[in-house]
């Protein structure tokens, strides 16, 4: 059987569900099953032959199958990596342990810092020595080498991170390094700093290439079993996985750098919501992915998703930076909350949900320890909830330098369309969308996500005396790499270039990413570049400094293929206002009792429809609240907006 370039699967393996989203064409099917934490190939197969079923294709049909996870998430977090090694140079073995040597809770006597991913005793110091511009001062010695892997063998290491200082100016001894361990351990894993961080600061690139290492085994032996059940299962086609960058690569990449699939789920949702901005024509978006464990907020502008060149996983402290492990890849920046409908109707009765078991465990573990009514004491969870997720919005917004005001916030997993309009309220949004296919709205966007693959070297250089032809070599090097990535998923596309570059005061302790012009460069390109610095460091700082030398210190390059497809079809819009399906009590945290409100069923509702809040909007994956301080209607995409009413 020959597949099928129009037919594409997407599956997103979440905290609670996995879900899925399969296109023939222009329709599409979803559906949505729980997790299975223990062997999530299991679920992923599942969902995938549920899916195809419903939708009368052969597994051997499809074109492509697009895959985003959070097994790497919940590995650092839980801890359940392999049993990892460092080696690094002499005296520097306690970096990943001594941080910055700054207090993230600058009052909390009793602070507690993320234990690092390689315990002290794993962490084994070789001889050598290489300067910030890449001169050795103490060649590798061999003996010491020899030493350290003899011990590795000795504790059954399964993975070895390899960070030297300053291994980004020049890898010779890194590579040697690891060449080494895989001719005497040909079954260890091995991560070099070199490769997977190539940019200064010693503490973030030995934490990433650790964290990689740490990955390398579980990630490995998980795509691995999946795609060869997934050819017993007689699908034959491509397996791509979604990174955190927000771009799509090959199982092999992701088996090398598998720290790159962390947050990729979570990425899925962020493309989802930017795909829908550019729909609408929308610049200024914040997106709600809510789930059934965790919430997700990212900031979009102009259909771009907020980027980050590092992040931290696995904080010990709640919004605070510093308390979790940093990660130096590229990602869409979130900000990530633990917190996570009509009960008979979800997922079109396949699930039926407890309603019994979640009274009972509100009225035993908060009703009455507190002397509340059942319902009361939901409502102060649901609120609680609320003002997290606000609140979280709220510090990413500021720490920004955006406004959340004047932004359409894009509500869409399984919880987020029942919590948008209330979030929206505390934040003082005036416009909500929830889109087609909201539950599964990380898988959808999976679909719409580009291969692409960015590149990012460190290379300290000052404007004034910047060698054009010494970045113009860089940077070839750097689109071949990233090319021969990109090839592997789309071999025939027309690809798609940008550079940036990460730029500073002299003097400064951190950068600000500039977009470059991608063609070569000359020794003119010194005042654009200039330009280009002072015109962004403006809009963050309000301001630039004169006469203060610039330097620039990595430099980047993404290559992506075009995304395909669309997430809708516009039709025409005829206002009605439609007969609600049902009518049934739901609680009014404004008057603090039941109210009776309007049910209607959103496969019924028509592009115009309009309905006037209070009332809820249900359909298989998920419900919308329309609360008393927003109405709904239906646009030409069949999305759910809800607008602020003046009364």
């Known amino acids: 059987m020959t597949s099928s370039p129009t037919i ?86 306690d970096v990943v342990e001594i941080r910055h040597e700054n207090r993230f809770e600058q009052y909390d006597v009793n602070i507690d810092l993320p234990p690092p991913l390689v315990p002290r005793r794993l962490r084994l110091p070789v001889r050598e020595r290489i300067d910030a511009q890449g001169e050795v001062l103490l060649p590798l010695d061999e003996s010491s080498v020899a030493r350290a892997i003899e011990t590795l063998a000795a504790r059954q290491v399964e993975a070895v991170a390899v960070g030297l200082l300053h291994s980004f100016t020049n890898p010779d001894h890194e590579r040697r390094l690891g060449d080494a361990i895989a001719r005497r351990l040909p079954e260890v894993a091995v991560t070099l700093s070199c490769e997977v961080s190539p940019e200064m600061r010693e503490y973030e690139r030995f934490s990433t290439a650790c964290a990689n290492a740490y990955l390398q085994p579980l990630i490995g032996r998980y795509l691995v079993k999946l795609a060869r059940e997934l050819l017993r299962a007689g699908f034959h086609c491509p397996l791509l996985l979604m990174t955190s960058g927000g771009g799509i690569t090959t199982t092999e990449t992701a088996i090398r750098f598998p720290v790159r699939l962390v947050e990729s789920g979570p990425a899925g949702g962020a493309i989802f919501a930017a795909c829908i901005a550019r729909e609408h024509g929308l610049d200024q978006v914040v997106s709600f992915d809510m789930g059934g464990t965790t919430a997700k907020i990212c900031l979009i502008d102009k259909a771009q998703p907020q980027t980050a060149r590092v992040f931290e996983v696995a904080r010990i402290y709640r919004f605070l930076k510093g308390s979790g492990l940093p990660l130096r890849i590229p990602v869409i920046e979130m900000v990530e909350i633990g917190a996570g409908i009509d009960p008979t109707t979800f997922l079109g009765g396949r699930m039926p949900l407890d309603v019994a078991g979640a009274k009972r465990a509100a009225a035993e573990r908060i009703a009455t320890a507190l002397n509340l009514a059942t319902e009361h004491a939901a409502l102060g969870v649901s609120e609680m909830v609320d003002e997290n997720m606000a609140n979280a919005a709220r510090v990413h917004a500021i720490e920004s330098g955006k406004d959340l005001r004047p932004r359409t916030l894009i509500a869409f997993g399984g919880a987020a369309p029942l919590h948008a309009a209330r979030v929206a309220e505390k934040l003082g949004i005036s416009r909500v969308l929830v889109p087609a296919n909201a539950g599964v709205g990380s898988a959808v966007g999976l679909l719409r996500a580009p291969v692409a693959y960015e590149i990012v070297r460190g290379r300290l250089l000052r404007l004034g005396s910047l060698d054009a032809a010494s970045v113009n070599r860089l940077f070839a090097e750097m689109r071949a790499e990233a090319e021969a990535i990109v090839r592997r998923g789309a071999p025939a596309a027309k690809l798609v270039e940008q550079r940036s570059a990460f730029m500073r005061y002299r003097g400064q302790g951190h950068e600000i990413a500039v ?41 980047v390059l993404a290559v992506r293929a075009p995304a395909e497809g669309h997430l809708a079809a516009p039709a025409r819009e005829q206002p009605t206002e439609p007969k609600p399906q049902s009518r049934r009590p739901v609680f009014d945290p404004d008057v603090g009792e039941f109210r009776e409100v309007p049910i209607y069923w959103r496969p019924d509702l028509a592009p115009g429809a309009r309905i006037s809040g209070p009332a809820v909007i249900a359909e298989d994956e998920t419900s919308t609240v329309v609360s008393p301080r927003f109405d709904a209607r239906i646009d030409r995409f069949g999305y759910i907006e809800l607008t602020r009413n003046e009364a």
């Open 8 to 93: 594409r699967l997407g599956v997103d393996i979440g905290g609670t569900f996995t879900d899925v989203a399969l296109e023939v064409g222009e329709r599409r099917f979803t559906g949505k099953i729980l997790t299975t934490p223990h062997a999530p190939e299991d679920g992923v197969l599942a969902a995938l032959r549920s899916v195809t079923a419903e939708a009368g294709v052969e597994p051997g049909e499809v074109g492509v199958i697009i895959h985003g996870t959070t097994l790497a998430t919940n590995a650092l977090i839980e801890r359940k990596g392999a049993r990892t090694a460092l080696l690094t140079t002499e005296g520097f073995r």
């Open 515 to 555: 977009d470059l012009p991608v063609r070569d460069l000359t020794a003119a390109d010194r005042s654009t570049i200039r330009e280009l610095f002072e015109a962004v460091y403006r809009r963050l700082y309000s301001r630039a400094i004169p006469g203060v030398e610039i330097e620039i210190l990595s430099w």
